[in-house]
């Protein structure tokens, strides 16, 4: 075995032989143990400091504040309903449109109000007429009468003006009798003479018994004439009842004007539209839902607080509210209204406990808070969170 062979074999059993050796970089000197102990001991230190603060804060807010993260909120969300039956024939408004108090909503049909309106008038003048007539009539009624009062009451004052002239011949009759049949019976005059004044005496009595008839006669016609003033009664009735038909068709022509009248709906305040259900050319009766839109300017919170919770607030305690819309900003508002009873007594359905397994729930009370609107972001029905302070 030569040389060379020798060398190729010493190169395959260690193939790093030929290698240069690099020369390595100086390491740089150990810290000592103390050091490196006090830096990890000022760390954690000032870990726990943090946390110290943080719970700390966490715990003056939660005794200081109450927060509630069930939030929402609200407005007046105003429904428009139809109060007549009647076709669609314009919907001026959609869903997001600003509308002004005054501004139409929508406007329903209303030819066939229109037309039993104009029908009601004609029959309101109809009775009008007779009413007039029937006055008329018994104007005249009243005006003959009192013509016919007048002639009877003459009559009666002629009658006895007769009887009384019949009496006083009747009585001149008798005093001329007497003395003639004194007479007579002294054989002074003949007996012709006391016949013809028996026979003028008795014609004295009936002409009195004639006129005394005349004037219950008179009497009887004066009274059959003021029996005539009932009929002035009769007519006044008819006027009466004419005048009740006209009351109930005068309501009745009231009424169907308010009912022209809406078939124009109108906004009565200003809004925002939230939500529109029907559309021009449909038929709507009494209740339909037209519409709900609210006032953005009139928005608050309603939130549901803890029973445990519940002592620690009062009316006009401050409140910030944050809005998941705009987590950066927050609104101020504070407690306007406190709930007089918990949330599960207005429940659907209740929940009694009548097998006496009893599992002890914490109650919520609902509150009201009010917010200042800014620049119209607040809308109903946005979740909030709700920071109310119980120490101011």
């Not at 004439?225 to 006027?239: F, H, N």
């Not at 009231?254 to 009248?261: C, F, L, S, T, Y």
């Not at 709906?265 to 209740?287: N, Q």
């Amino acid at each position: 075995m030569n040389i060379v062979t020798g060398l190729r074999r010493e190169e395959q059993a260690n193939p790093f032989r030929g290698e240069v050796e690099q020369p390595s970089e100086p390491r740089p000197p150990a810290r000592p143990i103390w050091r490196r102990r006090a830096v990890r001991n000022g760390a954690l230190a000032l870990i726990l400091l943090l946390a110290a603060v943080a719970l700390t804060a966490w715990l003056v807010e939660r005794w200081s504040h109450v927060a509630i993260s069930d939030s929402r909120i609200a407005a007046h969300l105003v429904t428009v309903s139809s109060e007549v039956s009647g076709r669609v024939i314009e919907m001026p408004v959609m869903v997001g449109d600003t509308v002004g108090k005054g501004d139409v909503l929508a406007r329903i049909d209303r030819e066939q109000a229109r037309l039993a309106l104009a029908a009601l008038d004609a029959e309101i003048a109809a009775i009008e007429a007779e009413q007039e007539q029937l006055r008329a009539q018994q104007e005249m009624t009243r005006t003959q009468l009192a013509r016919k009062i007048e002639a009877g009451e003459a009559g009666i004052t002629a009658a006895q003006a007769t009887q009384k002239a019949s009496q006083a011949v009747m009585h001149a009759a008798e005093s001329r009798f007497r003395r003639v049949q004194l007479l007579a019976e002294r054989k002074v005059i003949a007996d012709q003479e006391l016949e013809q004044v028996e026979a003028d005496l008795a014609t004295a009595e009936q002409q009195e018994h004639s006129a005394a008839a005349g004037v219950v006669t008179a009497k009887a016609n004066l009274a059959v004439t003021k029996a005539e003033e009932a009929e002035i009664g009769v007519l006044e009735r008819q006027i009466a009842v004419l005048e009740a038909q006209k009351s109930a068709r005068v309501a009745e022509r009231d009424r169907q004007r308010v009912e022209v009248g809406q078939g124009e709906i109108d906004a009565g305040f200003s809004g925002v539209v939230d939500a529109t259900f029907v559309d021009a050319g449909e038929y709507v009766s009494p209740g339909t839902r037209l519409l709900i839109y609210h006032d953005p300017d009139s928005v608050w919170i309603d939130a549901n607080v803890k029973e445990t919770d519940f002592r620690r607030l009062k009316i006009g305690a401050p409140a910030h509210i944050t809005v998941d819309a705009y987590p950066d900003r927050v609104f101020t508002g504070e407690v306007i209204r406190l709930g007089e009873a918990a949330t599960s007594e207005f429940a659907l359905l209740p929940s009694p406990n009548p097998s006496g397994n009893f599992t002890k729930v914490t109650q919520r009370l609902p509150i009201r808070i009010s917010v200042d609107q800014e620049e119209g972001l607040l809308r109903p029905g946005m979740m909030v969170e709700v920071s109310i302070d119980v120490l101011d």
